[in-house]
């Protein structure tokens, strides 16, 4: 028989990016240089904030969408964290709500007003504190309001309920710093991956370890689910330090189903997936291209669609909300690019090209809307129901009635399963003694300066004093 070339037939083959145009980028904007390795950006519907280099603390940028071009350096910002803010994430059913999480070891809630800020941002509607070290990542349930996740360097995942304002749930299973947390599609299930090289699927209202995998050859950093195909895929680095992607069933993590080496560069591999079109998106710390394949159910299971170059290399993506996409221009995914070295946060569609101009149907199905599934009640119950779906079509979307309510709570201890959090607080660790030590020293620096400003400006009014005395109109 002879050797015939196999062709796949699929519509998203000829998906192309594209990069919008300068005045319709964010330019100007003071992108930190933080080296921990999160996006530093979130996007809704309405939305762009960024996380920025500040003195004295952490900030961040909030710009609705609309205002593109240069951002004035005096730009108002949400300025509340003691410490670098290290991720942000919006709320996914009420859009003007942001939570926020710094090395001063808090969780905040910020309600940005309606047109975006008008001065600086300085008052929470809710602080959380139960971390005894910095927290790194937030995470809100997907279809569950006021729910919402947060993973410290304490090795600890908190559950917190937003509508008491404190934790209800410790999840104590990991060894090492947690690098990373998804969710399946109802919430039910977690997976996360750990610097102690292992990946875990997890139960978050019991804390319980389902599957756990050790990866040493394997070494995971990202892990996302995809989609309801009960499937996980993790990037990581290979025992030859190249660049590398493996598909693991979630039932059994004893063997990955595939191991693919993407290159041997050295930055960190995002993942992002589309469950509407099956597309996985993989994009490089520091280099330009975006890679994105199509994720079938039968083997070879992942098929190379394209790549989106830029000689512009990215420090993180925001991803926009289905909901926000343009659907007349056929546009299925769009990123938010941080180019730390211009000072530039540009938009990158990925179109579908197509002649008519009407409603494409088969790459537009129904997704998850902003209408959240679940109370926190209900899910801490036990019960687990999948996201609301709506319509894109038309440009159809369902203003969200919900309103976030900060509880009124006093300041008392955080007691979740048995341990008071705020009480029982390791010992510090080496590096975080060296930050304090040289952040006294900085404050004593900057206050031996104030005084010897002032010293100068004593002597020179004694100077003109003496002057004065000494004048002939005087004598």
Not at 32 to 57: M, Q
Not at 156 to 174: F, R, S, T
Not at 311 to 325: E, I, R, W, Y
Request: with cysteine.
């Amino acid at each position: 028989m002879s050797w015939r070339p196999q062709y796949r037939s699929s519509k998203f083959r000829n998906v192309y990016g594209k990069a919008a145009s300068r005045e319709h980028c964010f330019d100007g904007i003071p992108i930190t240089k933080n080296v921990h390795d999160n996006h530093f950006c979130a996007v809704n519907a309405r939305y762009l904030a960024i996380v920025t280099e500040s003195a004295g603390g952490g900030s961040f940028l909030v710009i609705p969408l609309e205002q593109t071009g240069r951002i004035e350096p005096n730009y108002p910002k949400v300025c509340g964290h003691q410490g670098n803010v290290l991720d942000i994430k919006w709320n996914p059913f009420i859009e003007n709500i942001i939570a926020s999480c710094s090395e001063d070891t808090s969780v905040r809630i910020w309600e940005i007003p309606e047109g975006g800020l008008k001065r600086n941002m300085t008052e929470a509607v809710l602080e959380l504190y139960g971390h005894s070290r910095r927290v790194g990542i937030v995470e809100w349930h997907p279809t569950t309001n006021n729910i919402l996740f947060s993973a410290g360097y304490d090795y600890k995942v908190l559950i917190w309920n937003l509508d008491i304002g404190e934790p209800v749930k410790m999840i104590d299973c990991h060894a090492d710093v947690i690098l990373c947390m998804s969710f399946n599609t109802d919430g039910s299930l977690l997976a996360t991956t750990c610097k102690d090289k292992r990946l875990r699927v997890l139960e978050p209202r019991s804390g319980r370890v389902l599957q756990e995998a050790s990866c040493k050859n394997h070494r995971v950093n990202r892990v996302v689910f995809l989609g309801s195909t009960k499937r996980l895929l993790t990037t990581g680095v290979s025992r030859w330090n190249t660049r590398q992607i493996a598909l693991w069933d979630q039932e059994d993590l004893s063997m990955p189903l595939i191991e693919e080496e993407i290159d041997g560069l050295s930055g960190l591999l995002f993942p992002f997936y589309d469950a509407d079109t099956h597309m996985l998106y993989l994009a490089g710390k520091g280099d330009g291209n975006i890679r994105y394949y199509e994720i079938g159910s039968e083997k070879p299971y992942l098929s190379y669609l394209m790549e989106f170059r830029s000689p512009a290399p990215q420090k993180g993506l925001g991803v926009m909300p289905k909901h926000g996409l343009d659907v007349s221009a056929c546009e299925v995914f769009r990123f938010y690019k941080l180019i730390t070295l211009k000072g530039l946060i540009e938009p990158i569609s990925m179109i579908v090209p197509r002649r008519s101009e009407t409603y494409q149907e088969d790459i537009y199905p129904m997704t998850p809307g902003t209408e959240p599934a679940l109370t926190p009640d209900e899910w801490l119950s036990g019960v687990n129901r999948d996201p609301i779906l709506m319509s894109l079509k038309e440009g159809y979307k369902r203003n969200s009635k919900i309103v976030f309510k900060a509880p009124v709570r006093e300041k008392k201890s955080v007691v979740v399963n048995g341990i008071d959090l705020l009480e029982n607080v390791p010992p510090r660790t080496e590096n975080e003694l060296l930050r304090m030590f040289f952040r006294q020293q900085d404050e004593i620096r900057r206050l031996k300066d104030e005084l010897s400003q002032k010293d100068i400006r004593i002597r020179q009014l004694q100077l003109e004093l003496k002057n004065f005395r000494n004048s002939p109109k005087n004598n």
